[in-house]
């Protein structure tokens, strides 16, 4: 699993790896919805926490990004949902430190 840190003060995005195989080839995700959010480290994010991210250009495999916004000192998880036809995935995808 990822980690990444930045200070309070920072605003930057924040990039995250998205994939699925399917027969042992990758599935191209950007078709749906990316949105990602950062919750408090342990706690399980609702749908309402999630918040509209972007597509990176590229792949397999597939990239998204958002910007942090400023956030407290603290250690949050990283996750990513992705709503293709009738799947909801949500990922635990990665750590973020903010010191």
């Given at each position: 699993?990822?980690?990444q840190e930045i200070s309070s003060t920072s605003n930057q995005?924040?990039?995250a790896e998205v994939s699925?195989?399917?027969s042992g080839g990758f599935e191209n995700v950007t078709v749906g919805a990316a949105t990602m959010c950062f919750k408090v480290a342990?706690?399980?994010p609702g749908t309402g926490d999630f918040v509209a991210a972007a597509w990176e250009a590229g792949g397999p495999?597939?990239?998204?990004?958002r910007l942090s916004g400023l956030l407290a000192a603290g250690r949050y998880d990283?996750?990513?949902r992705v709503?293709?036809?009738t799947e909801d995935v949500r990922t635990?995808?990665?750590v973020l430190v903010v010191t």
């Open positions: 699993m990822d980690s995005f924040i990039r699925a195989r399917v342990g706690t399980t495999p597939y990239h998204m990004r990283i996750w990513t709503v293709l036809g635990k995808v990665g």
